[in-house]
């Protein structure tokens, strides 16, 4: 598959990011989701724009064998939520000189009364390392590659009185990106999108159902 061109730089998603209209999306039924988490959407140039996220080991007791990005719960000594995402992308995988390039919206997680807060960040294109406790793989999704793509597949969800898909995207054997970090994700795919002179592709009921892929985030 031919990449879209052209190839914008670090600046012109610090742009259009920072003319991007996030948003706080609302707690889910029979949820708070008023418990902030910090977490990195790590960008890396190689030399065109990848997002890099991570599967998590699956015998963890929460969110184990799901795809997600570097993050978590803050913590005491954390000055804010890039803070902790800063931290957290370090622990995981030894990510440092991370430059922030713009928020993505906040989403409620289904699971849990956490919500995800996304920084999008340019990193260095430097050897990963890996905590083994914490990730199992690691994955890059390239930008062009997936604005590409003829279609997008999703799951069918209601929120906010309105029938969605929720995009889906499969990594490899058992790894699949879904749920609340899918969601971001494409929300970054969408918003960027016409710097590489492109138009997100349509989203398509797909092949999976909830009940098919991990407990949900």
């Known amino acids: ?97 991370a430059e922030l390039l713009g928020r993505l919206s906040s989403i409620p997680l289904y699971t849990s009364e956490y919500r995800l807060d ?21 994955f890059r999704l390239g930008l062009d590659e997936v604005l590409a793509r003829p279609r997008v597949e999703g799951i069918p969800y209601t929120f906010e009185g309105r029938e969605h898909l929720a995009p889906y995207f499969e990594l490899g054997p058992g790894a699949v990106l879904f749920g609340a970090t899918a969601l971001a994700f494409w929300e970054l795919v969408v918003a960027v999108a016409p710097l590489f002179g492109a138009s997100p592709p349509p989203l398509v009921p797909g092949r999976y159902r909830w009940s098919d892929l991990p407990p949900r985030a």
């Open 118 to 138: 996304p920084f999008v960040a340019a990193v260095p294109d430097h050897p990963l390392r890996p905590d083994a406790g914490e990730v199992a793989a690691v």
């Open 1 to 97: 598959m031919e990449p879209v061109t052209p190839n914008p730089d670090k600046h012109a998603f610090e742009q259009v990011l920072a003319a991007h209209p996030r948003r706080d999306l609302a707690a889910l039924p029979g949820r708070r989701n008023d418990r902030p988490t910090g977490v990195m959407v790590p960008v890396v140039w190689a030399p065109r724009p990848s997002v890099i996220v991570t599967l998590r080991p699956r015998h963890l007791p929460r969110h184990g064998g799901e795809v997600c990005f570097p993050g978590g719960r803050p913590e005491a000594g954390d000055a804010d939520l890039w803070a902790t995402a800063v931290r957290e992308a370090h622990e995981e995988l030894g990510i440092t000189g």
